[in-house]
């Protein structure tokens, strides 16, 4: 039950991964931070209320897509604010506050909503941030991404102890395009430059200016060639390129239904573009290395994330059998069981006029037995089960003993009253075997923090891929 609580969240992960990136190029990281932020957090507090255990895993589901996109995301945010040379560093002590995440509270609900609070506190602190000068330079708003650089930079000085000192960037450069970024030698035909030209020209770059010279260039010509040299250019604004969903006429009574069809279908497919172009030929080299070194390391780290707590519980379960106690024939009367009742086996029992009551019961097994006008009252049991058993004249009240307990039984005259109900969890090992799993599960992660320390002190120093190489080699 608790490992696929575990692979729930992170297949909600790898689906957010998917389609966040997408979203995060089109209205901005901190924005896309937001909201995936705020869906991790909600979905979180749902599922420490919800009262089913498929509500649940949906709960935790959701939760994960709003991880998916979190995680990601906030590293690319966080880099685009630092200096190259610490760039390195400064990532892998972010890294450092991925753990901590393993430790358990004595009530699952209060654990998973708590689990939430860093999402709200994260939400809470994002709200006084800047959005990415690099999204806004690449979406052609050179002001804004100048102001926030602007910010960045009094920031420091104020930090370094030069406040006097004045941000003097006058202009600001735009990442280089595709035709600046590939060599074109002095063989190169002048029709294939100018069509690679045309081509990052039409392309969302924010060159304004560049795009305003060739237009003006185009206009003069044509109007020399039909005789009117003196008509002046007169366009003074240019809009950027328009998303699919901005270029289709949309009406004052278009249905609101219709517009969001539109915009999410534009979305979706800017999230399949950008996907497939990490497959394009000047880049599935490198993809595809990445996807082997991620997971490697995701396999070997959350593989064992989500396999070792098992394994404990399996070595303990065993340990727990080897304890157990079998009953054989019993015949039992008008006696009350108010004491919890654990690790036993009853095979041919008879029970009489008596009273379980206030008691819980952990790994009981009642097989091919007999309970006639018994009463069973506030209940609580761990992986407990009645099997072959027959059940005259009982009553039930307040209790957990659901339908799935009874294998095979017989029920004459037997009523069931205000059954417990919600999502439980109750057949996972007691709270003295969970604190050992969590335990030993937040050590397994501690275990990454001497790894972060190096990577965060070397990697400007020897480079990523020697760093890389070295991790994954030791």
């Not at 098992?310 to 079998?326: A, C, G, W």
Request: proline share 2%; hydrophobic share 40%.
């Amino acid at each position: 039950m608790g490992c696929k609580a575990g692979l729930i969240v992170y297949l909600g992960m790898m689906v957010g991964a998917f389609v966040w990136g997408g979203l995060a190029d089109r209205i901005g990281r901190r924005q896309t931070l937001l909201i995936s932020l705020s869906i991790n957090s909600v979905f979180a507090f749902f599922s420490s209320f919800v009262q089913g255990y498929t509500s649940f895993l949906f709960c935790r589901l959701l939760s994960g897509v709003g991880i998916g996109g979190s995680i990601p995301i906030v590293f690319s945010y966080y880099s685009e604010f630092l200096a190259q040379e610490k760039r390195g560093e400064h990532l892998s002590w972010l890294c450092i506050f991925q753990m901590g995440s393993a430790y358990q509270f004595h009530s699952w609900r209060v654990f998973v909503l708590v689990c939430a609070f860093p999402s709200v506190a994260a939400i809470s602190a994002l709200t006084t941030m800047p959005e990415s000068p690099r999204f806004y330079l690449e979406n052609g708003k050179h002001d804004e991404a100048w102001m926030i650089l602007k910010q960045v930079h009094d920031t420091n000085m104020r930090a370094k102890g030069y406040p006097e000192r004045v941000f003097s960037v006058t202009t600001i450069k735009t990442v280089r395009q595709l035709d600046e970024l590939v060599n074109m030698g002095d063989n190169t035909a002048w029709h294939q430059k100018w069509r690679m030209k045309l081509t990052a020209l039409f392309q969302q770059n924010g060159k304004h200016d560049e795009a305003w010279m060739i237009l003006k260039q185009v206009h003069d010509t044509n109007m020399r060639a039909k005789g009117y040299p003196e008509r002046v250019f007169s366009v003074t604004t240019i809009k950027t390129v328009r998303q699919l969903d901005e270029l289709v006429n949309m009406g004052e009574n278009t249905a609101w239904h219709q517009k969001w069809r539109m915009k999410l279908t534009a979305l979706f497919q800017q999230v399949w573009s950008n996907f497939l172009a990490i497959f394009s030929p000047e880049y599935r080299r490198t993809t595809y290395m990445m996807m082997a070194v991620w997971f490697s390391m995701s396999f070997s780290y959350y593989g064992l994330t989500v396999w070792f707590p098992d394994m404990i519980k399996y070595l303990q379960k065993q340990e727990y059998s080897s304890r157990t106690k079998v009953f054989v024939k019993e015949r039992v009367e008008q006696v009350t069981f108010n004491f919890t009742l654990e690790n036993q086996i009853h095979r041919q029992g008879e029970y009489h006029n008596d009273k379980f009551m206030n008691l819980k019961m952990r790994s009981m097994v009642f097989e091919d037995s007999l309970f006639e006008d018994c009463y069973f009252e506030d209940i609580t049991s761990t992986n407990t089960f009645f099997k072959n058993c027959t059940f005259i004249a009982t009553v039930f009240y307040n209790t957990d003993l659901f339908k799935y307990r009874l294998v095979n039984c017989k029920l004459i005259n037997s009523t069931f009253f205000h059954n417990k109900e919600g999502c439980l969890l109750s057949d996972i090992s007691d709270e003295n075997n969970a604190y050992m799993v969590y335990f030993v599960s937040f050590l397994g992660t501690l275990a990454v923090l001497p790894g972060n320390i190096v990577s965060a002190l070397l990697m400007d120093k020897i480079g990523r891929l020697r760093m890389l190489g070295r991790r994954r080699g030791g």
